[in-house]
């Protein structure tokens, strides 16, 4: 059975096909004697279970006796059915303890209320990787709640698998282990802080496993494994991350010790992504934010979304389309619609007049007011609103909202620069000398009045600032990475990203900058970039040492970007060994 590229539907389940290696090597570190027990609270299809029931047998367990020490939760009835299948056929006896229901819903044994079976020495699976827009409703409720029972709470935007994680350390032992893959969130996102403490307050022992290459063909999320211990000796205790470079490398830890011979982490900082670059130059970094003139964005900036057009196709309109539908210049706006239309570190009015002069949209449509029914009666754009009532662009989600249906909000916004918040290579920061507005496919940033004083343009000197070293491992380490390879930086992470206010000479880089960038030479305007703000502060060595720090995490993110599409052109290869599972991961 084939793999396939993520649909609605798995995006609404998290229902994704885990590598027997991954479920082997887990059940082999979570399981240490024939008598454990173990519990798979999603266990789709059984490979966790049968890899577990495996691992009994190798440890001295009879096949009666192990399937004894299994438990299985799953809300999928025909999962269970399945699973039912597949362990009956292999035990050829009794099969593990299977319950058909939702795991949020059921009462933990270290809860409040009598739950459906014991504490167990492990608990291990693949949680449900669903984002919080299709985590909703009455199991978000659930979900939420069960994860205040272990006294954590959790903000409304996290993703499913975060309060699994934690309702999931309610059915251990004190002294149990959790081997879980999870989103490589957990190591960066502000919703998963409380998680990381709870991790670090609830074991001795916190070990991650991260992975250079995709784990996971054709799902956009970086997989990452977590193994936690309640027993291990408190000299052993701490935090671990070890950088692997894809599966095969799981064949160096063939036994528990052989992790815990790896050196913990001493200072877990709030973000874990850090731990997984050159400490040479995270020191080098950290001692830039301590001593160097240095402003978070935030400190200088407001970031925010921009328009939501609601209809793309209808509201965003080329030169063409304005002159064919004699629309009137004073209800249009100059805008620029997505990333690919801004190349230099600066807009100015001649990009601008191309993307015009090449048939792009270039043009929002933009009517607001109070009077906005009555004023455009009996002007040439009411053809096109009428054209839009044909084709029902009226009765879309955004459009239905709104009073008129076509007054798009915001659209006459004109920030002081854009920034990129999915981006390949690197975020990008874009002074907005044209003076145009934005659609939400970039962010708006509005420097504050002392921000800008500095300089005569619109956006000051920072948009040359934003291309040093420091700030763009300072966005690596702010923002997400995602399976693909893409770098996301939402408002308030890109807030918190970090700026070096240039000394006085820095004019000289502007048109360097801007014109590398133009031609797609990003190391070319970050080494002119450098040269202005890094050279005066750190010397060659220090400089080199940050410099192998932010190549680290470009090259995380860029390497599985290649291997991700090498794995989804190999799937069906590749699959075609697997045993099928719909654990949940997406």
Not at 150 to 172: D, E, I, K
Not at 243 to 267: F, K, M, Q, S, V
Not at 345 to 358: L, V
Not at 489 to 513: C, F, I, N, Q, S
Request: glycine share 8%; net charge neutral.
């Amino acid at each position: 059975m084939t793999n396939t590229t993520p649909d609605t539907a798995q995006k609404k389940t998290g229902a994704y096909y885990t590598p027997p290696v991954l479920a082997d090597f887990l059940t082999r570190w979570a399981l240490r004697g024939p008598g454990d027990t173990a519990l798979d609270p999603g266990c789709g299809e059984a490979v966790f279970l049968l890899a577990a029931w495996r691992r009994l047998l190798d440890l001295g367990a009879s096949p009666t006796t192990a399937t004894t020490r299994l438990y299985g939760i799953e809300r999928d009835a025909n999962a269970l059915a399945t699973s039912r299948e597949r362990l009956g056929s292999v035990a050829g006896g009794p099969i593990p303890t299977l319950l058909e229901a939702d795991f949020f819903a059921l009462p933990s044994p270290n809860g409040l209320f009598e739950a459906p079976m014991p504490a167990v020495d492990a608990v291990i699976g693949n949680p449900p990787y669903i984002r919080y827009h299709h985590f909703a409703g009455e199991t978000r409720r659930r979900a939420l709640k069960a994860a205040r029972v272990q006294g954590v709470s959790l903000s409304a935007l996290t993703s499913a698998w975060a309060p699994y994680l934690v309702h999931a350390c309610g059915f251990l032992h004190p002294a149990g282990r959790l081997a879980f893959v999870l989103p490589a969130e957990l190591l960066q996102t502000d919703y998963a802080a409380p998680v990381r403490a709870f991790l670090m307050q609830r074991f001795r022992s916190v070990t991650v496993v991260t992975f250079e290459c995709a784990v996971f063909p054709g799902a956009m999320v970086d997989a990452v494994l977590l193994l936690a211990d309640g027993s291990v000796p408190v000299e052993r205790a701490g935090l671990r991350v070890l950088r692997l470079h894809d599966l095969a490398d799981l064949g160096r830890y063939t036994t528990p010790e052989a992790l815990l011979a790896e050196p913990p982490i001493e200072a877990p900082a709030d973000k874990w992504t850090e731990h997984l670059l050159p400490p040479e130059g995270v020191a080098v970094y950290h001692e830039l934010l301590a001593r160097a003139p240095t402003v978070a964005l935030g400190d200088i900036a407001r970031v925010d979304v921009g328009f939501v057009s609601g209809n793309s196709k209808f509201f965003l309109l080329s030169e063409s389309d304005v002159e064919l539908w004699d629309i009137e210049p004073d209800l249009l706006m100059p805008a620029v619609a997505r990333s690919g239309d801004i190349t230099g570190a600066y807009y100015r009015p001649e990009d601008w007049a191309a993307q015009r002069a090449a048939g792009s949209p270039c043009y929002v449509l933009a009517i607001g007011g109070a009077n906005a029914a009555v004023e455009v009666e009996q002007r040439g754009v009411w053809k096109y609103l009428q054209a839009g009532l044909t084709r029902r662009v009226h009765a879309g989600y955004k459009c239905r909202s709104r009073r008129p249906w076509y007054a798009v909000p915001q659209a006459r916004r004109v920030p002081d620069a854009f920034l990129t918040y999915l981006s390949h290579e690197a975020p990008r920061l874009v002074g907005n000398i044209a003076r145009v507005a934005n659609t939400n496919l970039l962010h708006c940033v509005e420097f504050s009045q002392d921000a800008l004083h500095a300089t005569a343009t619109t956006s000051g000197h920072w948009p040359v600032s934003w291309y040093s070293t420091l700030t763009l491992l300072s966005a690596e380490l702010c923002g997400r990475s995602y399976g693909g390879g893409v770098l996301k930086l939402e408002t308030k992470e890109a807030e918190r990203v970090r700026l070096l206010t240039p000394p006085p000479g820095y004019h000289a880089v502007l048109d360097t900058v801007d014109m590398a960038l133009r031609h797609g030479q990003l190391d070319t305007a970050r080494a002119a970039a450098d040269r202005a703000l890094l050279a005066p502060l750190l010397d060659a060595d220090a400089r080199n040492a940050l410099e192998a720090a932010y190549q680290a995490a470009r090259g995380r993110r860029m390497i599985r970007a290649r291997t991700n599409g090498v794995q989804r052109r190999q799937r069906g290869v590749e699959n075609s060994q697997a045993i099928p599972q719909s654990a949940r991961f997406g």
